[in-house]
């Protein structure tokens, strides 16, 4: 079973508890931007073999949105962090860098 630890609340929870929100990091389009973009934005999305980024929101807790960086095949999570920043903290970087030799936050952004 999935556990997150809840950045907001510190709360660890069970995927029972949680709501999953989809891919984390996207860059979003708005008013001004091409059709194929918004598009992309909403129907293309990433589903790696590896390391991931999702969005998850406590749901039956204190029901805020955080971020999570996870493996799709071990299913270890490597950390959880605010859904209000714009990439990983360097501490959940090294710990998939240190599993994951050659691994780069670039490939992500």
């Given amino acids: 079973m999935l556990t997150l630890l809840c950045p907001c609340c510190g709360v660890q929870a069970d995927e029972t508890e949680l709501a999953p929100g989809g891919e984390a990091h996207l860059k979003r389009y708005g008013p001004g931007s ?44 490597y950390g959880t962090y605010s859904a209000q920043t714009t990439e990983p903290p360097e501490h959940i970087k090294e710990a998939i860098t240190a599993k994951h030799p050659g691994w780069s936050w670039r490939e992500f952004a």
Wanted: aromatic share 16%; glycine share 10%.
């Fill in 34 to 77: 091409t059709d194929d973009d918004f598009e992309g934005y909403l129907f293309m999305r990433e589903n790696p073999r590896g390391v991931h980024f999702e969005r998850w929101r406590h749901a039956n807790g204190c029901g805020k949105w955080f971020l999570a960086a996870r493996d799709t095949v071990t299913l270890e999570v």
